[in-house]
């Protein structure tokens, strides 16, 4: 089994920075893709970035290109550093986990099997 925690979300000013980080663990061996995904209120969630298994690889949803960063120190902990913070922003941030297969970073909800519980980011106009 695969649990996934969050941490860092907060209230922010837009122009802010905000750092997530979500820790994995797991009792199978090996490594997992990573993604972050959000949910505005009234809307569908989506994808925001993912990192590959060892970290070489990342992918970006367009409206946070430049502004977000995701890495990763090792396994099991990632984190996504949010620049320039806009309202638009304002969500909450779910971290995903799936067991690596290849070297790609996954960019599609339906691609990931495991979730956390997700912090709330507020941007504040």
């Known amino acids: 089994q695969v649990q996934l925690v969050e941490s860092g979300g907060g209230l922010v000013p837009a122009g802010g920075s905000l750092r997530l980080s979500c820790t994995v663990s797991a009792r199978t061996s090996g490594t997992h893709v990573m993604g972050w995904f959000r949910q505005a209120p009234g809307k569908e969630r989506e994808f925001v970035a993912s990192?590959?298994?060892?970290?070489?690889?990342t992918d970006y949803a367009d409206s946070v290109k430049g502004r977000f960063t995701a890495s990763r120190d090792n396994a099991t902990t990632v984190h996504l550093q949010m620049n320039l913070l806009e309202h638009e922003d304002t969500a909450i941030y779910y971290c995903?986990?799936?067991?690596?297969?290849?070297?790609?970073?996954?960019?599609?909800?339906?691609?990931?099997?495991?979730w956390g519980q997700g912090t709330r980011v507020t941007v504040s106009s």
């Open positions: 990192i590959n298994w060892n970290g070489g690889r």
């Open positions: 995903a986990a799936e067991p690596a297969l290849h070297h790609m970073p996954l960019i599609n909800i339906n691609e990931y099997s495991y």
